[in-house]
T-cell receptor, first 120, second 108 residues
Framework: QVQLQVSGPGLVNPSETLSLTCSFS????????WNWIRQPPGKGLEWLAY???????DYNPSLKSRVTISVDTSKNQFSLKLRSVTAADTAVYYC??????????????WSRGTMVSVSS | EIVLTQSPGTLSLSPGERATLSCRAS???????LAWYQQKPGQAPRLLVF???NRATGIPDRFSGSGSGTDFTLSISRLEPEDFAVYYC?????????FGQGTTLEIK
């Protein structure tokens, strides 16, 4: 069973950078795409980005200019950096794993969400 | 970007009844790469169905998915009390991987 856990600050100042890390266990890093998804309060889900352990990435164009995803294979972690945040980036952030077989697949495993608020 | 529209927004039913949830895509979903998730308050979404009609591990057989192209359906044959939640469809056939806005299944 794959387990994922998000860590990072729960409060970020406007215009600064939101940084989150997802730690995973229970699997080999090569078996999954590693994703970030978010959910504003009371709203739906938005996929942000994925990374594969080779460094291959894809981003949601709605955020592409502000977001970077990276992976640390030695620590079984991947990270999200979202720059120049505003109140619209306030959301519950999830990391998730989708099976790798050369194409994207459904998000089989999810972390518990972590609430990140953007406010001064 | 593929836009997914779910209907109805809210579905009010009683335990034991059958639920039918719809997900319509703005363009054809490649290879039926359509998933359904269940989300309860304060919890992460849980994968129910992948590739339109395949139940995920551990999902009861009262949940079934169908459809292709632009029209997909999630059916729950006999509602149990624990089934009342929000349901999302998601397409993963083309990036960006988008979700529908959700259907709330509430107890009547």
């Amino acid at each position: 069973q794959v387990q994922l856990q998000v860590s990072g600050p729960g409060l970020v100042n406007p215009s600064e950078t939101l940084s989150l890390t997802c730690s995973f266990s229970g699997t080999s890093i090569s078996k999954y795409y590693w994703n970030w998804i978010r959910q504003p309060p009371g709203k739906g889900l938005e996929w942000l980005a994925y990374i594969y352990y080779t460094g291959s990435t894809d981003y949601n164009p709605s955020l592409k200019s502000r977001v970077t995803i990276s992976v640390d294979t030695s620590k079984n972690q991947f990270s999200l950096k979202l720059r120049s945040v505003t109140a619209a980036d306030t959301a519950v952030y999830y990391c998730g794993a989708s099976w790798y077989d050369g194409e994207m697949s459904a998000f089989t495993f999810w972390s518990r969400g972590t609430m990140v608020s953007v406010s001064s | 970007e593929i836009v997914l529209t779910q209907s109805p927004g809210t579905l009010s039913l009683s335990p034991g009844e059958r639920a039918t949830l719809s997900c319509r895509a703005s363009q054809s979903v490649r290879s039926r790469y359509l998933a359904w998730y269940q989300q309860k308050p304060g919890q992460a979404p849980r994968l129910l169905v992948f590739r339109a009609s395949n139940r995920a591990t551990g999902i009861p057989d009262r949940f079934s998915g169908s459809g292709s192209g632009t029209d997909f359906t999630l059916s729950i044959s006999r509602l149990e009390p624990e089934d009342f939640a929000v349901y999302y469809c998601q397409q993963y056939g083309s990036s960006p991987y988008t979700f529908g806005q959700g259907t709330t299944l509430e107890i009547k």
